[in-house]
């Protein structure tokens, strides 16, 4: 008696699942899921606090924000006339001071010898550039890479990696901001990356 009610109970739910998908309900969560990465920007501005002031961001760089699973949660801007992406994730295995100390590196290496047996991953990693971007009043760090995409012939890749500290709101400890941009070495405009960090406010 027990398995029959079990079934009939499945049975409802596949039965209800299907309704509610063929009377529209895609469509429906599909619109829940894009109000929430794509919403206005002031609600955006508004509701990312957390990560900076994006108020002087240019209406050139369409700002988005991901879902947080397990803990962890990103948002991006992609520079609208070349789609390039611009990511801001919010972690602490990388500090500022990791680029004042050298010890980035050790940390993309070990990152990329985690990654090496995947499809997709980097070899002839080298960092061609460092220095600071000026953001209002606070210094933000970076390095620039490249890199070949290993699986990938004829891939050639430059990117950034930025970090600067923030204290979330209801937080006491400084939060780390990792900024990320990779893109074709073809591609790749410096502008892109240093007009959104220097926009971004604290």
Wanted: glycine share 4%.
């Amino acid at each position: 008696m027990g398995c029959l009610k079990s079934l009939i109970h499945k049975i409802i739910f596949i039965a209800l699942l299907t309704a509610f998908f063929c009377l529209g309900g895609w469509a429906f969560v599909k619109k829940l899921i894009n109000d929430y990465k794509y919403p206005p920007r002031e609600v955006f501005i508004q509701t990312e606090a957390n990560y900076a002031d994006f108020s002087k961001i240019s209406s050139d760089y369409q700002l988005s924000r991901s879902f947080n699973l397990f803990g962890y949660k990103k948002i991006n801007a992609k520079y609208l006339p070349t789609n390039q992406k611009i990511t801001i994730i919010d972690e602490d295995k990388v500090k500022v001071a990791d680029f004042k100390t050298g010890e980035i590196e050790k940390k993309i290496s070990n990152l990329l010898d985690n990654l090496k047996d995947s499809i997709i991953t980097f070899d002839d990693f080298k960092i061609l550039q460092k220095g600071n971007y000026i953001a209002g009043n606070k210094t933000i760090p970076y390095i620039k890479f490249g890199a070949k995409v290993k699986n990938v012939p004829f891939k050639n890749v430059i990117g950034v990696i930025a970090c600067y500290n923030t204290i979330n709101k209801n937080a006491k400890n400084p939060s780390s901001k990792l900024i990320l941009t990779i893109v074709d070495s073809k591609a790749f405009n410096p502008v892109i990356i240093s007009g959104f960090v220097q926009a971004l406010r604290f």
